[in-house]
């Protein structure tokens, strides 16, 4: 864990952005790294229809989860693995149910307070993270401006782009002198979403409900605001 504070200060440089799984030519440690999204078709289903991910107060998990299979890495060497959710543009969205589609409606509101979320298994060896798939299946979102229990905060009715950092944990005393080649971004335009607080798209909720094996399949509809939401279940 005495890598992590070194982690922090490197993920505040320019970052190394890559998509699809292309390799990142930083520290050796990181050049070969390569990440493949699972769960990818379903994920670009979501994506045709406009994907959106719940946020609540008290927090809510992602469906479809955010999942990963990581090839060449070091295999001797200590990863973090973390992600981070960036808004996509500067507007702020409504959903239009006559046209079935999301329209701009305003330029964003502040942005809420930037966040990391740390897979719990890190720092582990390349070898643990390259033998089984790595699922962040805790990361939950919020809109809770003052949460303190680690939630990403992100505003509804904004799009954002979840990113996959992986950071090598260098042991060397001057490690922070190296930092900003120890680490490499990926991300995956098919994961993007709009954060709200009900579902507003029906298509999303059935998929959601078709797909996801903890939803229970019940709904709920409010006739004022025309939205559906699902009364159990993640995502």
Not at 80 to 92: A, E, Q, S, T
Not at 165 to 189: E, G, I, K
Request: proline share 6%; charged share 20%.
């Amino acid at each position: 864990m005495d890598g992590v504070p070194q982690v922090r200060r490197a993920l505040t440089l320019p970052r190394c952005a890559e998509t699809r799984g292309s390799s990142c030519a930083k520290a050796p440690q990181v050049t070969g790294v390569k990440v493949q999204l699972e769960m990818q078709a379903l994920w670009q289903q979501f994506d045709q229809l406009g994907t959106e991910m719940i946020v609540t107060k008290a927090g809510r998990r992602m469906f479809p989860t955010f999942q990963v299979h990581i090839s060449g890495m070091d295999p001797a060497a200590d990863y973090v693995l973390l992600m981070d959710f960036i808004p996509v543009d500067d507007k702020r969205y409504r959903y239009a149910f006559h046209s079935s589609s999301w329209l701009v409606a305003a330029r964003a509101d502040v942005a809420t307070p930037g966040r990391m979320h740390f897979h719990p298994d890190s720092p582990a060896k390349g070898s643990q993270w390259m033998k089984q798939t790595v699922s962040f299946d805790a990361l939950k979102l919020t809109n809770n401006l003052l949460d303190d229990n680690g939630h990403m905060i992100l505003n509804s009715m904004h799009r954002y782009q979840p990113r996959f950092h992986v950071v090598y944990v260098d042991p060397r005393q001057d490690s922070q002198l190296h930092a900003h080649r120890n680490f490499c971004t990926f991300s995956f335009p098919e994961t993007r979403f709009i954060a709200v607080t009900a579902y507003q798209n029906h298509r999303i909720t059935q998929l959601k409900i078709a797909s996801n094996p903890f939803a229970k399949g019940f709904r709920t509809t409010d006739p004022d605001e025309n939205t559906m939401t699902l009364v159990a279940g993640n995502g």
